[in-house]
């Protein structure tokens, strides 16, 4: 995973306030985390409605 710095807004004076997050450097499918998902067993809290995951 890598540290990306964002910009998530700024202070009164005008320096930048930074939001990190960390994004993984392999980039996944909605299909295949979906046949991860099922090759685990893992089971969600809640059903998952993959239409929504598609962009």
């Known amino acids: 995973m890598v540290r990306i710095p ?4 700024y202070t009164k004076v005008g320096d930048p306030l930074y939001q990190v997050f960390y ?3 392999t ?3 909605v ?3 979906k046949k991860f998902l099922k090759s ?3 089971k969600p ?3 998952i409605d993959w239409t929504e995951l598609v962009i």
């Open 40 to 42: 685990s067993g893992y």
């Open 23 to 25: 994004m993984d450097v």
């Open 27 to 29: 980039e996944v499918t």
């Open 45 to 47: 809290a809640e059903p």
């Open 31 to 33: 299909g295949q985390f």
């Open 6 to 9: 964002m910009i998530s807004g």
